[in-house]
């Protein structure tokens, strides 16, 4: 697609620091709806996402989002709503102050920045902990409530870097749902992550990056069948993983897996059919409460190892 229409129009965008190169010679168009940027942990993911939230300014290139250039220009940041992949919260605030004190620095008065924050909460499932500080959240409360504050103030596009990080597998399928949902109902999001599957059920447009470049773009059913030839590694935190293993173990599509402190990594070759399984097995609590579950980036590596020879 051309730069019409588009939300990120990028031309030979670089980012460096010092002698490290962070984003290398990139040309790219975003076109509206969900887009998924995928790729390893350190491929650059977050170095563009900061460049697309004006937090750095290009070294090299030019980059318009939203139809027109990013940085020094504070009018387009109140229609980008951002969700950071590092922590930074008043803990001392409960989650609903804390995204009504913001949505007050944008403008709102008092009454409507409890109302927009109370809703932005709601589509997260966090009101029951609305009146709690935020220095009492579990891990996955805290990846809620920076969702909640990114979508509060109901910007055009949400950029979102690495949000499902940290969830438990019920509050990640719902995220996912409400990622599906926002893009259905026009909104644009471009959403990182280093694992596929979680990018597949969002949206099937997506962007490749490793090592600064974009080494692919387009449709994921185009590099789905290089995925399912490599192993997909999950790590899962439980209160019970013995337990939790032994009935993963009673169908085949768990290939090997070994147990850490309070954990059980697992390899499997159908992650559709897995993360499927684990879900169901996490709203039965049949092996006890599952906190967590992550992906490391060893199948990524592969596929990427493939794409660049």
């Known amino acids: 697609m051309t730069g019409a229409g588009a939300v990120v129009q990028a031309e030979h965008l670089s980012k460096w620091y010092g002698q490290v190169i962070g984003l290398n010679d990139v040309t790219v168009t975003v076109p509206p709806g969900v887009t998924g940027l995928l790729g390893p942990n350190g491929a650059g993911k977050s170095t563009l996402l900061k460049l697309l939230t004006g937090q750095l300014k290009p070294s090299h290139g030019t980059l318009a989002v939203l139809g027109g250039p990013i940085w020094g220009r504070p009018e387009v940041f109140r229609r980008i709503g951002f969700c950071p992949e590092q922590d930074a919260f008043y ?67 949400l950029i979102l870097d690495e949000p499902l990080s940290g969830l438990d597998p019920i509050a990640r399928r719902k995220a996912i749902r409400l990622i599906r949902d926002l893009g259905r109902a026009g909104r644009s999001l471009i959403v990182s992550s280093h694992v596929l599957h979680e990018v597949e059920m969002m949206t099937s447009n997506i962007l490749l990056i490793n090592h600064g470049r974009i080494l692919a773009e387009g449709d994921v059913h185009q590099i789905r069948d290089l995925i399912d030839e490599h ?79």
């Open 91 to 157: 803990e001392r605030m409960t989650g609903a102050n804390w995204i009504a004190g913001l949505l007050r620095l944008n403008g709102l008065d008092e009454a409507a920045s409890r109302e927009a924050a109370a809703r932005a909460l709601e589509q997260v499932d966090l009101m029951a902990a609305a009146d709690r500080k935020i220095g009492g959240y579990s891990k996955g409360m805290r990846q809620r409530l920076k969702l909640a504050q990114a979508l509060a103030h109901d910007p055009d596009l």
């Open 231 to 309: 192993p997909h590694t999950v790590s899962i935190r439980a209160d019970d993983p013995r337990a939790l293993a032994r009935l993963l173990l009673a169908d085949d599509d768990v290939l090997s897996l070994r147990f850490g402190e309070g954990s059980v990594t697992v390899e499997t070759a159908k992650p559709d059919a897995f993360y499927s399984r684990l879900t169901g097995l996490a709203a039965s609590e049949a092996a006890g409460p599952i906190r967590e579950v992550t992906s490391p980036d060893d199948n990524l590596q592969a596929v990427f190892r493939y794409l660049v020879k």
